[in-house]
């Protein structure tokens, strides 16, 4: 590990225009586990059911259970790790241009990242697609304990988590906007990605294809390590911490 960290150390320095890509792993270290862990509570509620638009429309009360139970307790304790500090840390001196996240966590805005693509949406911001008010999530939670399911208490109508369901398009000015991050980078971070989704596992080989350095940070083997001039298959935060002064 000492060795591939002052690899990453020297890439970083070496480095003029940073653009990171993280996905659920990232997040995984402030208490939000990921779709493919083992944890049961989360398991517990089927993200093809509450997370698929269609589902969503005939039944808001499977998504709003799993908000109570699930979404809401982990969301309001988790807290940005040392690996989105360091992201953050990144962009403040000049070096990192974005944070490309498929993440809806909104924990690299807490942490002090500026230009975040959120290319799923965030699940903290949440809206009327009756009226188009917007609410947060504890004016959320504290709507659900008086109606169940919540509606919006300006017009009645559902209320939906920002987010870009399964059978939704990803927002294309977003997308677009990544693109064109991947496309001008001079190293491509992946942190915490099993690159196996659209459009994770097309932007590392397009910033390879564009000159780009790549580093792959993930616990576990991706398809695209291949790819990549250098892999850690370690912890984000053990990874990322140090780069900032964080002992490791
Ligand atoms: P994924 O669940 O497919 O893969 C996560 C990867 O993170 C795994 O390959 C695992 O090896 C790695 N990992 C786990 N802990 C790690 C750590 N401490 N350090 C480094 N790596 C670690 O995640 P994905 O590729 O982002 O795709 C999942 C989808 O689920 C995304 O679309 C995302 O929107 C959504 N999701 C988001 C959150 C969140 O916002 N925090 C959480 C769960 C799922």
Not at 25 to 45: C, F, H, L, M
Not at 87 to 109: C, F, M, P
Not at 159 to 166: H, S
Request: aromatic share 6%.
């Amino acid at each position: 590990m000492a060795v591939e960290q002052t690899e990453v150390q020297a890439l970083v320095d070496s480095a003029e225009r940073v653009a990171a890509f993280t996905g659920a792993g990232i997040s995984a270290e402030s208490g939000i586990p990921t779709y493919r862990g083992d944890d049961g509570v989360w398991n517990k509620y089927d993200p093809a059911k509450y997370a698929e638009i269609g589902n969503f429309l005939a039944d808001p009360a499977y998504y709003w259970s799993f908000f109570r139970e699930v979404r809401y307790p982990v969301l309001r304790n988790a807290r940005p790790n040392p690996a989105h500090l360091a992201l953050a840390r990144l962009e403040q001196q000049g070096k990192l241009s974005a944070v490309i996240t498929q993440n809806i966590d909104g924990l690299h805005q807490e942490a002090g990242s500026e230009k975040v693509l959120e290319l799923h949406g965030n699940t903290r911001r949440i809206s009327c697609l009756g009226c188009g008010m917007g609410y947060s999530l504890d004016q959320v939670h504290h709507r659900l304990e008086e109606k169940f399911p919540p509606d919006c208490p300006a017009c009645g109508g559902v209320l939906k988590p920002e987010v870009v369901f399964f059978g939704e398009s990803l927002p294309m000015e977003v997308l677009d906007d990544a693109v064109e991050e991947t496309r001008s980078c001079d190293l491509f971070l992946v942190v915490g990605s099993s690159l196996v989704v659209q459009p994770a596992a097309s932007l590392p080989p397009l910033a390879v294809e564009s000159g780009a350095r790549l580093v792959i940070i993930n616990r576990d083997p991706t398809p695209l390590d291949r790819l990549a001039h250098l892999v850690l298959h370690e912890k984000a935060s053990d990874v990322l911490g140090p780069l900032i002064g964080l002992p490791d």
